[in-house]
């Protein structure tokens, strides 16, 4: 008998045997100290609104100032007694004023927040004897029976849509918070950026500060007629087409002023402007300053060998600032405003119709849908375009009460290369814009016509500072020589 072979083929076998049984090793485990834990489960607020970042003095419960019932995963009960808007003038003295009572109290009497100037200034020219101190006393008649009246329904309607009490329109750019928040929280593409509580920049500024107001001039911006025809790039009227008009209107690029040109913000002079009473400066504030004289009360000021700077409180610059040297201010200054010569250009829009339309006739609106107002282009755009016709009513820009009627605004003509120069009534001679150049018109379900074409008191022109400063030019006296005495040198 062969041992060999037998040997041989048994250890074939075993060797066989062996790979058919082979396993895997076991994966190494780590230690339990090294283990990763499960994450945890998240509930209440920080369940679905996960991506909520706090600044660092505001880390607080969402329902500090939200109210509602955190650590609850259903959101009918965690949004019990939800706070939306918690910087709202209805309920900041109760959120922000636990914190900020100081800034609340003084905010309350800014003109941010009552609006005294605006309001009042165009109820007077309207016939109003009495003078406001909040737009919530701008009255609401049932039956409007007089130009008055006209006009406070147009304040609340069409005018007070850019103040502490409202968001603001549905454009891109404009949509901001609502009390503390509408200058102190970012907005970005019509929703809220970020929870982080800032100084207001520009574009807070901006946001209710465009069209054909002051503070849009100060970057160059003087906004189209609302035709068609007068905007540029031309575009279609195809439904749904929705141009990128993040200001309402497309504008005209023209000279930025030389203070945003050189990196200064709005809040650079215009301070504690949302807090109490503003700092009164004028461009001689700083520039007219002589060394040796009282630093002017600005906090982003201070002199420097004799030489006055000023630092960008949003760009974190320095700029020496350059002192009144030509003799033309020596001998002009006390008669002649500084934008008088100074000014690039003006807005010198007039005159502005805005008629109360209760009359379902849209069709005669039919190039004139974009009106810089987001309610009335939706709906203008809606009843040309759909046979289920929205009705015709329009909200009241501080309750959001939408009431009957509808305020279409137009102009006769918007301009910027003559600025209006007049003597105003103190003997200085400044620059004016029609602001005050309204015509009002309603017209009823019925085709009735109780006001047409109702003017104020006087021509409408107003003082006005236009943000455009730059050089003067050297045919700067053409433009007051003739409002000047005779034989004036």
Not at 104 to 112: D, N
Not at 316 to 338: I, M
Request: hydrophobic residues 30%; negative net charge; charged residues 20%.
């Amino acid at each position: 008998m062969n041992y060999t072979f037998l040997w041989i083929l048994t250890f074939l076998l075993v060797l066989c045997s062996c790979q058919n049984n082979e396993v895997e090793p076991p994966t190494p485990q780590k230690p339990a100290s090294t283990q990763q834990s499960a994450a945890p489960v998240k509930t209440g607020c920080r369940e679905c609104h996960d991506t909520i970042r706090l600044d660092a003095a505001h880390q607080l419960a969402c329902t500090s100032c939200h109210q509602g019932v955190d650590q609850q995963s259903d959101a009918d009960r965690s949004h019990a007694g939800l706070v939306a808007r918690p910087s709202h003038p209805d309920h900041m003295q109760k959120t922000c004023g636990s914190c900020h009572a100081e800034q609340l109290a003084t905010a309350a009497k800014s003109l941010h927040f009552t609006l005294a100037n605006k309001v009042n200034t165009v109820r007077h020219h309207f016939g109003a004897q009495n003078t406001l101190t909040t737009p919530l006393d701008i009255p609401q008649s049932a039956t409007i029976d007089s130009p008055l009246a006209l006009a406070d329904d147009m304040l609340r309607r069409r005018c007070l849509r850019c103040h502490v009490y409202s968001a603001g329109d549905d454009y891109a750019a404009v949509t901001h918070g609502t009390g503390c928040s509408a200058c102190h929280l970012p907005f970005k593409d019509g929703s809220l950026h970020s929870h982080a509580f800032t100084v207001p920049t520009d574009k807070q500024c901006l946001s209710c500060h465009y069209g054909n107001y002051v503070g849009s001039d100060y970057y160059g911006r003087y906004e189209h007629d609302y035709n068609w025809e007068y905007r540029t790039p031309y575009t279609t009227t195809t439904p749904g087409n929705v141009p990128d008009r993040p200001y309402g209107v497309e504008w005209h690029e023209l000279s930025t002023d030389i203070h945003h040109q050189r990196g200064l913000s709005c809040i650079d002079c215009h301070q504690k402007i949302g807090h109490g009473t503003p700092i009164a400066l004028t461009c001689r504030t700083c520039h007219g300053w002589q060394p040796g004289q009282a630093v002017p009360a600005l906090t982003n000021v201070s002199v420097r060998n004799k030489t006055l700077v000023v630092r960008s409180r949003t760009a974190d610059k320095e700029h020496l600032v350059p002192l009144l040297q030509h003799p033309a201010h020596k001998q002009y200054g006390q008669k002649v405003a500084c934008q008088v010569c100074h000014g690039q250009w003006s807005y010198n829009d007039g005159s502005t119709h805005l008629l109360l339309s209760q009359h379902e006739d849209h069709d005669a609106w039919d190039r004139l849908t974009v009106q810089s107002s987001s309610e009335v282009e939706a709906l203008l755009e809606h009843n040309l375009h759909y046979s289920d016709e929205w009705p015709l009513t329009m909200r009241d820009g501080l309750t959001g009460t939408a009431r009957p009627g509808i305020w279409y605004q137009g102009f006769s003509q918007r301009r910027w290369e003559q600025m209006e120069i007049h003597q105003d009534s103190d003997g200085i001679i400044k620059v004016f814009r029609p602001i005050l150049d309204l015509h009002l018109s309603m017209i009823e379900a019925d085709a009735t016509v109780p006001f047409d074409n109702i003017t104020g008191q006087g021509k409408g022109l107003r003082p006005y500072t236009p943000h455009t400063t730059g050089p003067a030019g050297l045919f700067y006296r053409d433009r007051f020589q003739h409002l000047l005495p005779k034989n004036t040198p």
